[in-house]
């Protein structure tokens, strides 16, 4: 189940204040948010880090819809490359340095999570421009986004980055508290 807008509010009135924008999502224990800034991978990497979390991890397609979701509709996280293919923002996915094998060998998440699931375009990684060793959303044209993966240099700016962050232990407890009490307040007003 997705929530969103109602739980970020809660928590922010419980003083969590790490959410950074209104498309924040909780999924599976965790928060998701769509960080608009240009960057480069490391860049994006240590912006997440600053805000308590890390570049997202996509362990399967239900988690990767969550991500792409924040990014889908909003024209701003999204740019066409010389190739008339259009790249989203980053997400945590990086080749070992040197790559074992191009373009496909030693793809991982730069936390260290297994490398379980992939959902790469078709084609991709192909390491077209050398040196292509890190992971954004891809598409082609705006008007036909597919939440697949390219790989891209990490010197690449792009428009932004989707941001993970483990949910707090006990927060989630403290937010449904919170909102359980919001809730029988009105009840009795009634």
């Not at 996509?58 to 990767?64: D, F, K, L, V």
Request: charged share 15%; proline share 7%; with cysteine.
């Amino acid at each position: 189940m997705i929530m969103n807008h109602v739980l970020p509010t809660a928590l922010g009135l419980l003083g969590a204040g790490f959410l950074t924008g209104q498309a924040a999502v909780f999924w599976n224990g965790h928060w998701y948010d769509a960080v608009l800034l240009d960057c480069t991978w490391e860049e994006a990497r240590l912006d997440a880090q600053s805000k308590g979390g890390y570049l997202a991890t996509i362990g399967s397609a239900a988690e990767n819809t969550v991500a792409f979701d924040l990014v889908a509709s909003n024209p701003a996280f999204w740019f066409n490359d010389a190739a008339s293919n259009t790249e989203g923002p980053w997400l945590g996915g990086r080749q070992a340095d040197p790559p074992p094998s191009e373009p496909a060998g030693g793809w991982g998440w730069h936390t260290g999570e297994p490398w379980a699931y992939a959902n790469w375009a078709s084609g991709e990684p192909n390491n077209a421009g050398s040196g292509e060793e890190r992971l954004v959303f891809f598409g082609h044209g705006i008007d036909n986004l597919q939440p697949t993966w390219n790989d891209v240099p990490q010197t690449a700016v792009m428009k932004g980055y989707i941001l993970e962050i483990p949910e707090p232990a006990g927060t989630a407890t403290a937010a449904a508290l919170l909102l359980g009490a919001i809730a029988m307040g009105r009840r009795r007003r009634k």
